[in-house]
């Protein structure tokens, strides 16, 4: 099971894993929270089955954004749990769970996130190395996927990290298109290694 909220370009590269061998699993479902993601559109041109649950009707039904958040997650994580899915793959999933989702998969949640542990949590990390770059000298960014055992923020046990450097004739784009390249590569590898060890 893949959740997603954007493009779609880590989806692409599990759905191409599958199909050419390199990862031996099969994606039940995709769960997008946003109605522009092309997520979808990846999802139903490869014939996987694709749902958007948005958290704005949570919102609105609740005057307190914390119980809308845990209604959501409880929701989300009971239509999850229908497609039975062995592990619970977060590729550019922008939205942090509450333990009302997270109580209900022991351990079978990963996240992708373009940063090394411990370094530039949140959603802005790419942005937050390339700030460090041009005014610390930072020569060096990341990628590590990892579990997601509770409500912290990409801070969860690692299971595998790749190190991006950042050259002297990088600019922004060009660090951001070499760490989707290794977030295609690293994410399929720690997926495959997880599903292994099952």
Do not use: C, K
């Amino acid at each position: 099971m893949v959740l997603a909220s954007g493009a779609g370009s880590n989806l692409q590269a599990l759905i191409d894993a599958v199909d050419n061998g390199r990862l031996d699993a099969e994606i039940v479902a995709v769960i997008v929270n946003r109605r522009s993601a092309f997520a979808q559109e990846r999802a139903a041109s490869n014939n996987i089955a694709t749902e958007f649950i948005g958290l704005r009707p949570y919102l609105d039904d609740h005057g307190d954004p914390g119980e809308a958040r845990r209604r959501y997650d409880a929701d989300l994580a009971e239509t999850v749990l229908g497609h039975r899915p062995d592990l619970v793959v977060l590729a550019g999933w922008m939205h942090l769970f509450t333990m009302g989702f997270l109580s209900s998969f022991g351990g079978r949640v990963i996240n992708l996130h373009p940063a090394l542990p411990g370094e530039f949590p949140g959603p802005n990390a790419i942005d937050d190395a390339w700030h460090a770059h041009l005014t610390d000298g930072l020569d060096r960014t990341g990628v590590m996927v990892h579990l997601v055992p509770d409500e912290g923020v990409d801070n969860g046990p690692v299971l595998a990290t790749e190190v991006v450097p950042i050259t002297l004739d990088d600019d922004r784009e060009s660090l951001e298109a070499r760490i989707h390249a290794v977030e295609h590569d690293l994410l399929v590898r720690a997926v495959a290694d997880y599903l292994e060890g099952l």
